[in-house]
């Protein structure tokens, strides 16, 4: 018998998959952006290249990648403190927000344990969850399509060891504003971890979402995660962070997978921080161009929430659904479609956000 020939095992011998993992949607890699009349509005990734700094530190941290990063990230995570005015103990990082909720759960959560959501929400988190071999708990969010806060705060049990809070809420963009969120803190146990995940709190106008660092000094089972892939443009460089106790901070780091954020992520992140202003100044052009398209889409009779986030959310029925996705295919134009909910559109460069404002105008809700 040759090397290559299969040697003959019955199916039921071979390796399984855990049934949480067979269980999970199979990725379906996103259509990436093949030539300049492709508009890229599917992953609200910022359309601004990299600050120029980000892209600096990079290059001059190529030359070491021979070594392995700071597995404790320790000047970045000097860094954020100083940024937020909390101390470095209180900094976890992780290979984006994602990879640092992972951490979160999997350091909280024993099999069986339940973790409430909304939902729709962040796709990620009932996947996450199931492959913690957790249980998730999504609750359906309010006409308003925000967070329902008594249905949650009234879904908790004795087996829930976390809450994700997503403010603004990806895809709908409805912020939780400060005292939602408070009296939902003095409702539910303080032995829950109540995540507020602010992936998008740059583009957030001030007010309309929490204080969430008020919170956090206040109530110690509050957790903030917040990343460097929307606003500040590192999507591809993978990293994020959560604001938490020292002792959950510390847990959250025995959980990480050893090196997991590249020592070129944690140069571009601190210099990222430090060109905070550049970086502002590009957010406040993404809001008005956010302001502009939602108020033309609405007078053009489109119902749409006010957005805090990056990106705007049709509601859409299946019927309508179908059409709008095959118009903005046919268009070049990538968007997320949420099956049976509706369509989430990247806010970007003005040309880009015109062809959606064209296609849009072309039909009606
Ligand atoms: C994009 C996003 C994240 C962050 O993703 P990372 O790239 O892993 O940092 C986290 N939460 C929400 C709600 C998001 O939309």
Redesign the pocket.
């Known amino acids: 018998m040759t090397s290559d020939q299969l040697v003959a095992v019955p199916e039921t011998a071979l390796p399984t998959l855990r049934g949480a993992v067979t269980g999970l949607p199979s990725y379906v890699p996103g259509r990436r952006s093949a030539g300049a009349d492709i508009a890229a509005l599917a ?2 990734e910022s359309h601004y290249e990299p600050l120029p700094a980000a892209v600096a530190a990079v290059a001059h941290a190529a030359g070491t990648m021979n070594r392995y990063p700071d597995s404790a990230a320790v000047e970045l995570r000097e860094r954020i403190a100083r940024h937020l005015g909390v101390t470095a103990g209180e900094i976890a990082v ?8 992972q951490q979160i759960i999997t350091g909280l959560c024993d099999a069986g344990d339940e973790v409430i959501f909304a939902w729709r ?2 796709e ?2 009932p996947i996450l969850v199931e492959l913690a071999g957790a249980r998730p708990v999504p609750l359906p969010l309010d006409d308003a399509e925000g967070h329902d806060l008594d249905a949650m705060a009234a879904a908790v049990t004795d087996r829930t060891k976390v809450i994700l809070l ?1 403010t603004p ?3 709908t963009g409805v912020p939780i504003g400060h005292e939602r969120i408070e009296a939902f803190l003095q409702a539910v146990p303080s032995s829950v971890l109540v995540v507020i ?4 709190v740059e583009y957030a106008d001030a007010g309309s979402g929490p204080d969430s660092l008020a919170l956090y000094r206040r109530y110690p089972n509050v957790c903030i ?6 606003a500040y443009g590192l ?1 591809g460089l ?3 962070y959560a604001i938490a106790t020292q002792a959950i901070a510390e847990g959250l780091h025995r959980t990480a997978l050893p090196f997991a954020v590249s020592a070129l992520a944690q140069k571009a992140a601190i210099a990222s921080l430090d060109a905070g202003e550049e970086m502002a100044a590009r957010v406040a052009a993404v809001k008005l161009e956010r302001a502009r398209i939602a108020a033309e889409l609405e007078a053009h009779g489109w119902t749409l929430q006010p957005s805090q ?1 990056n990106f705007l959310w049709i509601r859409a029925n299946e019927q309508l659904l179908a059409t709008l996705v095959d118009a903005f295919n046919t268009a070049g134009i990538m968007v997320r479609a949420y099956q049976g909910d509706g369509v989430r559109i990247t806010v970007a460069d003005p040309a880009s956000n015109n062809r959606v404002l064209r296609l849009l105008a072309t039909h009606t809700a």
């Open positions: 992953s609200n992780g290979p984006g927000s994602v990879g640092v909720l929400s962040f990620a988190y997503c809420n990806n895809p995940d602010e992936a998008y995660l917040r990343t460097f892939s929307k999507a993978r990293v994020g986030g």
